[in-house]
């Protein structure tokens, strides 16, 4: 029996490295997996009752020949569809294999042989002993239960690239708006000269790395480094590129921003508490890095009302949110529970229930503005629990909706913060729901802010009767760790806002961005935060309407100094390339883009299959830091 088993496992742990969320690991190498030279004995069809079963032995033995043919013919060895197809034929034999009740120490036991033996990923073997027994109980649980073919679940899993078909419930689904009648749309008017204003700041993607060692080694085995035990190197005291947020990085942050902005009252952090070593962090890993974080914000900004919204890696494993359906050890209660008991120092009671119920919560700001904090790892295509179903799970869409109706009753504007932006890196069914609602309510909701990629970026929201006018913008703010690609400056954003008086449209008036510059820090000692630009000024805007987003949009086609100038802010201004034509597209595209699997808006500069390719290779490549 184990014999016979170990050949599905292999592709077992070909799964799990094929799907690691967020880690910096190579692809899988397709001249590392077994071939069938005389030394197995398992790569057979084998006879299992009245019919033939072909074993997973057999299934990779013909990808892998048929692979060998792509590549002798010119194709690629790795990527791609060749990805989706050892995808699907995992997932067809893990399906066999897990329905015929294989013993979980097996398949963790094989999983973690094939990971090692491997080296899928080209690094050291504590990754492979901590990611496998991380991801069992979830993914075992989910291929047991999900109703999908093998072709659908890639699909899901890895993008619609990978599937002719699609999951069922992910252009099936939607939330009624009850209240059909929509207000015509009209643009926020410039307050008059002299209006009283608060600012708004925006902390996103702390990945907070309590092991992290100054002096220690920046390249290194793991995805992340900067770690003792890795051995000696020249980590920096505030941070070094490829390794996530130090102590004294956080501290000295929340000193600077205490001491810029004395009085501040208001500040959104827009999740990811943890590091990225998502191989071996527990549950009591994320609780103590979640009540360390809250606690340092409390500490040195403890007049300032701190609204969070749920990234995510805050649990474990990483990328693992289950519906209240799923019930017992499986169960996101501790959680929930936690962010409760930390939340509640800055949020009204009558937060706790949804909050309990599913990470996100109403906060009445003042008496004209309210803020929604969604919990956007609901739409995530790496949270395996959505395979099970993805319809609205808690029913968050629909009480956004009903919230979103009250306010407009009320005459009250409405901010809404999440982790994830609720675009490539979400489910369809999803996306398009949540923007036909906010669409509805475009003159209630007046700005909408998330984190996830790392970068410092714009989207623009269209209408949706006809795709032409601008409704709304999401401000997608950059991350403090200095963990995105090749390494980012450690970076936070203020917003001025109109607001709060009787008049109070609550438009986001500018914003600013503030970078450390982490090799100054570590020659001189002295960290600077200083700033990086604001908005207004560097784009020439004469508002932050959502019309004067399009109107830049339209300037970039034509206008090289700002197409670089916007380039390099996406970034953090760090190690900056030239953004030529293809980047330029992808660049205006992105900015163009708010929905899953809709590229409508940029027909004319996607014309070409490069063009396309260029554009999805940049929106991975956002993702992949997350």
Known sequence: MEGKLKAALAIAAIVFCLVLPCVKGKSLDLEQIPRNDGHTTHWKTEQVGDQKRLHAGTRLAEFIRATKGRQQNGGQAVGGNLTCDACELAARALQDLIVSNASEDLIVKVALDICIGLRLHDVDDRVCHGI???????????????????????????????????????????????????????????????????????????????????????????????????????????????????????????????????????????????AHNVWNQSRDDIIKSIND????????????????????????????????????????????????????????????????????????????????????NYCNPLNWWLLINDTDPTGQLAWMRDQLQDCETKNQKVYIIGHIPPSGGCLKAWSWVYHKIVDRYANTVRGQFFGHTHSDEEHIMYDEENSTQAVGVWYVGPSVTPYMGSGVYPAYRHYEIDGEYA?????????????????????????????????????????????????????????????????????????????????????????????????????????TDADRAHFRARTDALLSNC
């Open 293 to 376: 974080v809250s606690d340092l914000f409390s500490k040195y900004l403890p007049t300032t009302t701190v609204y969070p919204a749920l990234g995510n890696h805050e649990s474990s494993p990483v990328n693992s949110f289950p519906p209240p359906y799923v019930t017992g050890y499986n169960s996101h209660k501790w959680l929930l529970d936690t962010l409760a008991k930390n939340w509640g120092r800055w949020l009204p009671d009558s937060a706790q229930g949804t909050i309990k119920l599913g990470g996100y919560y109403a906060a009445q700001v003042s008496d004209g503005l309210r803020l929604l904090s969604l919990n956007i």
């Open 503 to 607: 008049e109070s449209t609550y438009a986001v008036l500018d914003h600013s961005t503030y970078i450390l510059n982490l090799t100054d820090a570590d020659l001189t000692q002295k960290p600077e935060w200083h700033l990086e630009y604001s908005a207004r000024a560097a784009y020439g805007m004469a508002s932050l309407n959502p019309d004067a987003w399009d109107d830049l949009a339209m300037r970039m086609l034509t206008n090289d100094t700002l197409v670089q100038r916007y380039h390099a802010h996406v970034s953090h201004s760090t190690n900056v390339s030239p953004c030529d034509a293809s980047c330029r597209k992808s660049l205006i595209c992105g900015l163009k883009t708010t929905r899953a699997n809709d590229t409508s808006q940029c027909q004319d500069l996607l014309a």
């Open 132 to 274: 496998i027994p991380e991801f069992k109980d979830e993914f075992i649980g989910v291929i047991r239960d999900v109703p999908l073919d093998p072709k659908e679940m890639c699909g899901v899993l890895l993008g619609p690239s990978c599937a002719t078909t699609h999951n069922p419930w992910d252009e099936s689904w939607t939330v009624p708006i009850l209240n059909l009648v929509k207000p015509k749309y009209v643009p926020s008017p410039l307050p008059k000269p002299g209006s009283p204003q608060i600012l708004l700041l925006h902390v996103s993607d702390i990945h907070y790395d309590a092991k992290y060692s100054a002096g220690s080694l920046v390249q290194c085995s793991e995805p992340i480094c900067c770690r003792s035990w890795l051995g000696t190197g020249k980590a920096g005291k505030y941070g070094s590129f490829n390794c996530d947020s130090p102590l004294l990085l956080l501290e000295n942050l929340l000193q600077r921003i205490s001491t810029a902005y004395p009085g501040l009252k208001y500040a959104i952090f827009t999740g990811d508490v943890p």
